[in-house]
């Protein structure tokens, strides 16, 4: 049929609207689906949108919704590599990296990564998620069980799914819970994260993988929120650890510490020598571009040469969270991630809206990134942050403390019926 033209649309676009407004069955199979989310997302909130989206930061509001932990998204030495490499690129061709040859700038940044944590090899991906779901698809099946930490990020679920393996969740950082399972149920892998995103808490990563040594289970971290923060030179937890030689996998979103638009699998010259023909995110994705190849390089570089942004980061951390116990919070982070667990959404929307009208902007985590009826908000901070921010954020800390009823927060008595059992 061809379609003509008629004042920017077509008789054809007009027709087929006349028709699907009479046919109403896409109507009738996803109108009960679509009321659904309606209501469970948006109907409840006082301003009709998201419970994650609040009022809009200005430019005297304090925000503590980035990843960027080292504040690399700026860095004048990545924007110029990025720069340069639009520049100058004449040809890139836009497909799966199963088609890069060895000695590809993708094939060069892997080696270096690889370097700079300590393992053989390592496997850029186009995300975190891709990492994750990628390495678990292909390393387990329906006869090798997953053991997954309750707080472990949504995209290993979806790996397991993609398997077809059995997985078990074990209690956050309970290592004597974990054996338990591996001693009923058989050998296996054991993912864990380092830094936990949600809370901000730490992996016991040496008595987890002691576990896995003596079960003889396949080990995979998570250092999403740790590499480029913590370690030598910011190698992450599992070097800063010495436990590169017994881990198996580390996998990482470069969209955190590293600021950028990739993930990363570290693995064994085997491994990444057959993953990219059997993983389907990168069988049936694209690679990565050269100008985010570039910037990685460059963010590489920087990350080596930031001692100091980590320090300061740390420092700010410290601090902040510090405050908040003095106050009475429910601090649970170990971390430069720090939560205030408030509870049922209702409740966290009370208290999104008062920090936002105080300035301070934090990111609304809910269902399914968190238990039903444990909403929090997240803190996470970043180097540059200055002791009068920080002081400004403990101070409107102490003056909702009423407003929001966080004596009565679920996380608040239970801190109470901990410390009266001590």
């Not at 932990?69 to 100058?88: P, R, S, T, W």
């Not at 080696?111 to 678990?136: M, V």
């Not at 693995?267 to 690679?287: L, M, Q």
Request: with cysteine; glycine share 6%; proline share 3%.
């Amino acid at each position: 049929m061809k379609i003509h033209l008629v004042g920017g649309e077509s008789k054809f676009y007009k027709m087929e609207y006349k028709k699907c407004k009479k046919n109403t069955w896409p109507s009738r199979i996803f109108e009960k689906k679509l009321n659904i989310y309606e209501e469970e997302l948006f109907a409840l909130t006082k301003n009709g949108k998201s419970i994650v989206l609040g009022k809009k930061p200005n430019s005297k509001s304090i925000i503590l919704q980035s990843n960027d932990y080292l504040c690399m998204a700026n860095n004048k030495n990545v924007i110029n590599a990025q720069i340069e490499m639009l520049q100058n690129c004449d040809r890139e061709l836009v497909m799966s990296a199963i088609f890069l040859h060895e000695g590809s700038p993708k094939d060069t940044l892997e080696k270096k990564f690889a370097q700079y944590i300590g393992y053989e090899n390592a496997i850029l991906t186009q995300s975190g998620w891709a990492a994750n779901s990628g390495l678990i698809q292909v390393i387990a099946d329906k006869d090798i069980p997953v053991y997954i930490d309750f707080f472990m990020h949504m995209s290993f679920r979806e790996g397991t799914k993609n398997s077809d393996a059995p997985f078990y969740l074990f209690r956050h950082n309970d290592a004597e819970h974990l054996e338990k399972l591996i001693r009923k149920n058989g050998p296996g892998v054991v993912v864990v994260e380092s830094v936990y995103s949600t809370i901000g808490t730490v992996s016991p990563l040496v008595d987890i993988i002691d576990v896995a040594i003596q079960y003889h289970c396949v080990s995979v971290v998570d250092e999403s929120h740790s590499l480029g923060i913590y370690g030598p030179y910011g190698s992450g937890l599992v070097a800063a650890l010495d436990l590169t030689e017994k881990v198996h996998f580390v996998t990482a979103s470069l969209s955190k510490a590293f600021a950028g638009r990739a993930g990363i699998i570290f693995c064994n010259h085997t491994f990444a020598k057959y993953y990219p023909y059997v993983a389907y995110p990168a069988i049936f994705s694209s690679t990565l571009l050269l100008p985010e190849i570039a910037g990685l390089f460059a963010t590489l570089d920087s990350m080596i040469h930031a001692n100091e942004r980590r320090q300061d980061l740390h420092k700010n951390a410290d601090y902040l969270r510090s405050g908040l116990k003095d106050l009475e919070y429910n601090i649970k982070s170990q971390s430069p991630i720090i939560a205030l667990e408030s509870g049922t959404e209702h409740q966290t929307e009370i208290l999104r809206d008062a920090l936002e009208n105080r300035n301070v902007f934090g990111s609304v985590f809910c269902a399914p990134a968190t238990p039903k009826n444990r909403s929090l908000i997240r803190f996470s901070l970043n180097s540059n942050l200055q002791r009068n921010e920080l002081d400004h954020i403990l101070s409107v800390c102490a003056e909702v403390r009423e407003e929001v009823g966080m004596w009565d927060w679920r996380s608040t008595r239970g801190k109470k019926i901990v410390l009266n059992k001590r």
